[in-house]
């Protein structure tokens, strides 16, 4: 119910259905309340019951409303073009606590057995990171103006895990010389069902559990979310035909960051890590449209072209840019005077194009090139990139496709090495057999080592040897897995094995109906296509 006048002239099947407020003349600011209430689950909201949590006594709530999803439970102009503050008063069940993308603007109520929470963002920002969580939730302080959430089964290793988020945060004030702008950095570890590694909600970012595996090796997960406070969430993309805008530019910021902090052999070789990656998803990717740096999304939903394209194809036009305009830090001289520019503000492709060229006149681009065309990127960055650890892993890799691992020991690799190892196996025409994989274990204990990053590729290798007494573990790992980067590759396996005569339809159908049900929905579709004989042509 609106007050004054409203109709809902048309509803579409992906993006919803239209509110129409029709507004007196002449009124230069006019007050729209709109009373509703949404559907009992909404797709932007999740519902964790106790027994799915770490404390098994109270239920857990979190929001995820990229890209298009704050609309299913609230109306706003959910567009990534409109950005304003908000603010936001959540009632809970006592004992029970609420964390927010802003900031708490005034004590708790107490409303009997009922407690209310009181948040404000007094920054703009696109309705996709507002965010809201409830559970039995606690928060840890890990410096001036960082802190972490999380369960309190969970708060002292998360803690542990991330104490250095301030390094990273004045990393980036430092790289761009942009001040944090947001006030506190927190971080709300969520469980290993979150159907994303982060998401960057200003005040509020998200995080998968399963990064939190002990030895801050996935640390680079947070590096990549709080690059997002200056490139995605103080500058926006104004529509998701640009999300690079938002992802290109954080993965080279977030690289910068590894760079400053770990390292420039660690910028390089993350930069071919997620090239690599960039290989193995595009054979995946059967609508050309969705290859594109700049896909046309006309009626889409945006997580239908969702992959990781925007962020390593983008991530590579930033690269090119910087050998283009002599280095790093010429490059990020104008990405200051780019953020300083545009902050609190959305653009278009357009937009960057016209102010990168005003800075740089003499450097030519050809940017249409660069958008439109499907497939790889149009510039290889690898011959650009250091190779002083990729060498390493190259030389293993060559020991184990050529002697089998005749004498291969345990190298105790960081795991993003171990990662470009295993991706290299995996995309060998040739498949390792069952017993080289086996001694392949005996030496690194990929299984145990309890780090999905890497557990999820060492299934995939075992269903690529078509060695079907991975299935138990195959079924637990889904079961406790639910980030789409994740489920989506294990799926197409399956699905290759399908086509190939091996193992049983039913028997894979009935895997996903048992694990389906824990993940987000935009997953289900695509998950069950994997399966389906088209898809494993």
Not at 190 to 209: A, D, I, K, Q, R
Not at 287 to 306: M, N, S
Request: charged share 20%; aromatic share 10%; glycine share 6%.
């Amino acid at each position: 119910r609106v007050h004054g006048k409203w109709d809902t002239p048309h509803t579409h099947t992906a993006l919803g259905t239209c509110l129409r407020v029709h507004l007196p003349e002449f009124s230069s600011e006019i007050q729209i309340t709109v009373e509703y209430k949404t559907e009992s689950n909404p797709d932007g909201l999740h519902w964790f019951t106790p027994k799915r949590t770490l404390g098994k006594v109270h239920p857990l709530l979190f929001s995820q409303f990229q890209a298009i999803l704050a609309r299913t439970c609230l109306p706003c102009q959910d567009t990534p073009a409109v950005k304003a503050p908000y603010e936001i008063s959540v009632t809970v069940p006592a004992p029970l606590k609420v964390a927010c993308s802003g900031l708490e603007s005034r004590p708790v109520d107490v409303l009997g057995s009922s407690l209310q929470y009181h948040f404000k963002q007094p920054l703009p920002i696109p309705s996709y990171l507002i965010a809201v969580c409830a559970g039995d939730l606690q928060r840890q302080q890990v410096s001036e103006r960082c802190f972490v959430w999380a369960e309190p089964q969970m708060i002292e290793k998360a803690a542990h895990e991330f104490n250095e988020m301030e390094t990273f945060v004045a990393s980036a004030e430092k790289l761009t010389g942009v001040p944090y702008q947001w006030g506190t950095y927190e971080v709300m570890v969520l469980t290993p069902m979150f159907s994303y590694g982060g998401m960057e909600n200003p005040n509020l970012t998200t995080v998968n559990g399963s990064i939190v595996v002990g030895d801050r090796s996935l640390v680079d997960v947070v590096a990549h979310e709080i690059a997002h406070s200056w490139t995605g969430n103080l500058v926006t993309n104004r529509s998701w035909q640009d999300f690079w805008l938002n992802e290109g530019f954080t993965m080279y910021l977030e690289r910068c960051i590894i760079g400053d902090v770990f390292g420039e052999d660690m910028r390089h070789f993350s930069a071919r890590l997620g090239y690599g990656e960039l290989l193995i998803e595009l054979e995946d990717i059967e609508d050309v449209e969705f290859q594109k740096l700049r896909p046309r999304l006309p009626g889409i939903d945006p997580d239908d072209a969702f992959s990781v394209v925007p962020y390593e194809k983008g991530f590579t036009l930033l690269y090119f840019l910087e050998q283009q305009v002599g280095g790093m830090d010429v490059l990020l001289k104008w990405m200051h005077a780019y953020l300083t520019h545009f902050q609190r503000k959305s653009l278009a492709a357009q937009d960057m194009i016209a102010h990168f060229e005003a800075h740089f006149p003499l450097v030519k681009v050809d940017w249409p090139q660069w958008f439109e065309t499907p497939g790889l990127p149009v510039w290889d960055p690898r011959p650009h990139l250091n190779d002083k650890l990729a060498q390493e892993v190259a030389a293993t890799v060559a020991l184990w496709l050529e002697r089998d691992g005749e004498g291969a020991k345990d190298p105790k690799w960081h795991p993003l090495l171990m990662a470009n190892f295993l991706d290299e196996l995996l995309t060998h025409p040739t498949p390792l057999t069952a017993p080289v994989l086996a001694r392949i274990e005996r030496v690194y204990h990929i299984e145990e080592c309890g780090n999905a990053y890497l557990v999820a590729r060492w299934l995939q290798l075992r269903l690529k040897a078509k060695d079907l007494e991975v299935m138990p573990q195959v079924e637990a790992f889904l079961l406790h897995n639910g980030r789409g980067k994740y489920l989506q590759p294990i799926f197409k396996r399956l699905g290759e094995l399908l086509a190939e005569g091996c193992g049983a339809r039913d028997d894979f159908e009935a895997l996903y109906h048992r694990t389906a049900p824990y993940y987000a929905t935009y997953l289900h579709k695509k998950l069950w296509e994997s399966l389906q004989p088209t898809a494993s042509k």
